[in-house]
């Protein structure tokens, strides 16, 4: 049965994931990071599945974290909880599985949203599609962008969108090598799907082997060193600050410690 906010459907070989909260621009809340991960494990399961598409409902990929359920969490377990229980075992997952994972980029694509796209193999963007990494913007850190940016697209181009926040085009996100394809909105879902057929020439055996090679580089104690860091930058005062603010749409009032 499909989790309402993150759906699946298998159409011949090829999974679509689908994130299905367009409400609030597919924000990663706890139920959608365990969706996500749910359905990676179904399409890794499914021995008919020979390629994942992950894409997003409605004018978004994904926001990134549902800041507002973030910022409710007030006891430290139940931010590390939101990271460590839900969070982490997908990303996990997202580089540890031996199938294609196409990222369908249909909007924005912010914060964790960024970082899911980053993770996938091959990147496909609508030419309405934009790419963010914010979370300094409200106090936080993107773990995945600061461990392991800088091997996908370079120190500078990480550097400039963790330190400054500022949104890049799909075009400009191509440039840079974070995507591989702009094409017009309404060819995104076909595009995708050529995408997916194409990896179904080579060998299963030789893309699981591959997959395992290329992502050698990501190594989990740095990703966990990093997911720790934002926990524990979550608990500051500026955390606190970053995040309320965001809440109440104003500008972060920043106090040095």
């Not at 031996?98 to 964790?112: D, L, S």
């Not at 990480?158 to 094409?183: C, Y």
């Not at 082997?209 to 500026?238: D, G, P, Y």
């Amino acid at each position: 049965m499909n989790n309402e906010c993150c759906l699946y459907h298998k159409k011949d070989a090829i999974a679509w994931i689908t994130l299905n909260r367009p409400e609030v621009l597919n924000a990663l809340n706890r139920e959608l990071w365990r969706g996500v991960y749910n359905n990676l494990v179904k399409a890794e399961n499914d021995e008919e599945v020979r390629a994942i598409i992950i894409t997003g409902a409605g004018r978004a990929f994904s926001a990134g974290d549902d800041i507002k359920e973030v910022a409710s969490l007030k006891r430290p377990e139940e931010i590390k909880s939101f990271f460590i229980d839900f969070a982490v075992p997908t990303i996990a997952k997202l580089i540890d599985l031996c199938k294609p994972i196409i990222a369908a980029v249909n909007g924005i694509a912010y914060g964790g949203g960024c970082e899911i796209a980053m993770l996938c193999d091959i990147v496909v963007a609508s030419e309405n599609a934009s790419f963010a990494i914010p979370e300094g913007l409200i106090g936080a850190i993107a773990p995945i962008a600061s461990a392991i940016g800088t091997y996908i697209i370079g120190k500078l181009n990480v550097s400039r969108m963790v330190l400054t926040g500022e949104p890049i085009t799909a075009e400009e996100a191509k440039l840079i090598g974070l995507v591989n394809k702009v094409v017009p909105p309404l060819l995104l879902r076909e595009e995708a799907e050529k995408l997916a057929r194409k990896t179904m020439m080579v060998a299963p055996s030789s893309i699981k082997i591959m997959k395992k090679l290329l992502n050698k580089c990501f190594r989990s104690e740095e990703l966990e060193h990093a997911v720790e860091e934002l926990i524990r930058i979550l608990q500051t005062e500026e955390g606190k600050e970053g995040h309320m603010a965001f809440v109440e749409k104003r500008t972060p009032r920043w106090i040095p410690e």
